[in-house]
């Protein structure tokens, strides 16, 4: 089945820096892969979905890569500030059960400092 | 607004009491599930509901029941929950059972078993 490795070490950055956040998987390529945000004691909100034939994805400061080659995606945050500190989890479409599913990744944790 | 409402938010029980988390989603999504999210291991999806009446076992559903009677509710019932249910559950909806329609969750469920 399919595994999602993200980085369980929290990245630490200074505030106005790009934030890159890695997502890997090991099998198959999805169709779609999601991002998800999630703030302490929070459910995860839904950021940015990328396509299998789409190379990059940008919603305001967050940008997507995915790369069927490497399976790996990257999120990254630019100008970053200290309200983007939370865990951003990787998410990606996995056929079981008769249709495809959601697994997610454990998440990394990001801060941003002043 | 529109959302996935989860209750209670924090429940400390004993082994062996039958409990019920409750969830309802008020934007007619045809899909349900539920998570647990534990450290270091993600979230993992318990049960889901493709529509009423519908419901089938996710990754980890031993020890939980569901059911979905209607289409806005999805209650999970513990029938004797052990210490090792113990986590931070998540109810989830979407529009349709697709990996391109993104998940929006409730704030979680904090179960504590003793």
């Known amino acids: 089945s399919q595994k999602i490795e993200q980085n369980s070490e929290a990245l630490n950055i200074q505030e106005g820096k790009t934030a890159t956040l890695t997502c890997n998987y090991t099998?198959?390529?999805?169709?779609?892969l999601q991002w998800y945000r999630q703030d302490p004691g929070r459910g995860p909100v839904f950021l940015l979905l990328i396509r299998e034939n789409e190379k990059e994805k940008r919603k305001e400061r967050l940008k997507v890569t995915f790369d069927t080659t490497l399976k790996q995606s990257l999120f990254h945050i630019t100008a970053s500030q200290p309200a983007d500190s939370a865990t951003y989890l990787c998410?990606?479409?996995?056929?079981?059960?008769?249709?495809?599913?959601?697994?997610f990744g454990a998440g990394t944790r990001l801060a941003v400092h002043p | 607004e529109a959302q996935v409402t989860q209750n209670p938010r924090y429940l400390i029980t004993v082994t062996g009491k039958k409990l019920t988390v409750t969830c309802s989603q008020n934007?007619?999504?045809?899909?349900m599930s539920w998570y647990r999210q534990d450290p270091g291991l993600g979230l993992r999806q318990i049960y889901y509901s493709m529509n009423v009446e519908v419901t089938d076992k996710g990754d980890v559903p031993e020890g939980y029941k569901v059911s979905r009677k209607e289409k806005r509710n999805f209650p999970l019932i513990l029938e004797s929950p052990s210490p090792n249910q113990t986590s931070l559950y998540f109810c989830a909806s979407s529009l349709e059972a697709s990996y391109n329609s993104p998940l929006h969750f409730g704030n979680g469920t904090r179960l504590t078993v003793t």
């Open positions: 099998n198959y390529s999805p169709a779609y």
């Open positions: 934007m007619n999504h045809e899909y």
């Open positions: 998410a990606l479409d996995e056929f079981s059960g008769g249709y495809n599913k959601l697994i």
